[in-house]
């Protein structure tokens, strides 16, 4: 039995829903999953209030954990793609693919690198079973 499958999203702010779902929709797509098999959208703490955040995981049906900064910089080994400006702004190369393992919990392991688009970037991981 696999684990919860949890979509770990960068945002700035202010970006709209539309431009969340598509990357999310984007990133399912790749790993060739549906969106009905989302347990929980990960995010920093920062950006849990987003209302176009919020609206999108109302849609999926999902609840937003947040993680805070401090916390992404332990899964920095698990990220498979690099940001240099997230890297100095986070410590970590994806602030996606960080949220994603976080929220993952131990064992759990990145199913889709990080996507990205103007406002949006994606990964999806899964936790342990």
């Not at 347990?39 to 049906?61: D, N, S």
């Not at 064992?107 to 936790?127: H, W």
């Amino acid at each position: 039995m696999s684990g919860e499958l949890i979509a770990g999203i960068g945002l700035r702010p202010d970006t709209p829903e539309q431009d969340i779902a598509e990357c999310l929709a984007q990133a399912l797509a790749l790993a060739g999953l549906e969106a009905g098999a989302l347990a929980r959208i990960a995010t920093l703490q920062a950006r849990i209030g987003e209302p176009g955040l919020a609206a999108v995981a109302a849609a999926c049906g999902c609840p937003v954990t947040a993680i805070p900064d401090e916390a992404l910089q332990g899964f920095e080994a698990g990220c498979a793609t690099r940001s240099t400006r997230i890297s100095a702004l986070y410590g970590v190369g994806s602030v996606a693919e960080a949220a994603a393992l976080a929220a993952a919990g131990p064992g759990g392991r990145l199913v889709q690198p990080r996507i990205a688009t103007a406002r949006v970037t994606c990964a999806l991981a899964r936790s342990a079973p």
